[in-house]
């Protein structure tokens, strides 16, 4: 099994930053996608970045120029630095690692518990 453990939300005023961490535990051989993506009340889930494992990104464009994704693979952990944060920034954010338990096993994905970011105007 594998879990993930996210940290790092929080409220905080608009133009402000924070930054979340995922670190997954258990049964690893190799991550291949690192992820963000949020909910925000009443919408539905939506990716916000992803990193791969040779280090390329993706973003919503809505964070471009605002948000960075980055990995660390020796700690298994993924992050995401938010900046010039907006209003419409608010919701629980959760990472996804797609995990290769065993050199013979298939992708499954994982997803953290969420935490909440509350952007005030």
């Not at 907006?86 to 298939?106: I, L, N």
């Amino acid at each position: 099994q594998v879990q993930l453990v996210e940290s790092g939300g929080g409220l905080v005023q608009a133009g402000g930053s924070l930054r979340l961490s995922c670190a997954a535990s258990g049964s690893i051989f190799s991550i291949n996608v690192m992820g963000w993506y949020r909910q925000a009340l009443g919408k539905q889930r939506e990716l916000v970045a992803a990193i791969i494992s040779g280090g390329s990104t993706n973003y919503l464009d809505s964070v471009k120029g605002r948000f960075t994704i980055s990995r660390d693979n020796a700690k298994n952990t993924v992050y995401l630095q938010m900046n010039s944060l907006k209003p419409e920034d608010t919701a629980v954010y959760y990472c996804k690692h797609a995990v290769r338990a065993t050199m013979a096993s298939p992708i499954r994905d994982y997803w953290g518990q969420g935490t909440q970011v509350t952007v005030s105007s």
